[in-house]
């Protein structure tokens, strides 16, 4: 039986848990997650943990921030004067938001704090910081 690597399009199920066994993130009751390999449609140590598995196999992977969504930043909190916040915009505590950035890209946000004055985003991802544990199944394997 062929052993999934760098290219092979995979379908695996999965599912994501916390170092304190909360899950994040489940393929349960959906269809599986597709991706190929090397192509960084997927963490870093995703991709490594399904590399060299057959299909029909299951294995837990533990993954470390490194491999995860890295370290938290704190120059990805940004403060905004409220001022700045679009009239039509009701921004709540925990809202996700989409913003440009500096050079043209596109920033996902968190609101983590509102005041009189200004309002506080998290662009870091809502994982940064966390090591991560997936039940991983590979259900299909092909080449490209």
Same mark, same amino acid.
């Given at each position: &039986? ?11 199920? %999965? ?13 349960? +009751? ?18 490594? +943990?399904?590399? +060299? &598995? ?14 995860? %969504?890295?370290?938290?930043? #704190?120059? &990805? ?17 925990? &809202? ?34 966390? #090591? ?13």
């Amino acid at each position: &039986m062929t052993e999934a690597k760098r290219g092979d399009n995979v379908k695996v199920n %999965y599912t994501g848990k916390l170092a304190d066994g909360t899950v994040f993130d489940s393929s349960d +009751g959906g269809d599986p997650l597709e991706f190929a390999i090397g192509s960084g449609q997927v963490i870093q140590g995703f991709e490594e +943990g399904v590399v +060299g &598995m057959k299909v029909g196999e299951s294995k837990v992977v533990e993954i470390p921030v490194a491999k995860a %969504y890295g370290e938290r930043n #704190d120059e &990805m909190v940004i403060q905004a004067p409220i001022e700045q916040v679009p009239p039509d915009l009701k921004p709540e505590l925990g &809202m996700r938001l989409e913003m440009g950035g500096a050079n043209g890209e596109v920033l996902r946000v968190v609101v983590v704090e509102i005041a009189d004055t200004h309002i506080t985003l998290d662009a870091n991802p809502p994982l940064a910081g966390e #090591d991560l544990t997936f039940e991983i199944e590979l259900v299909g394997c092909a080449a490209p």
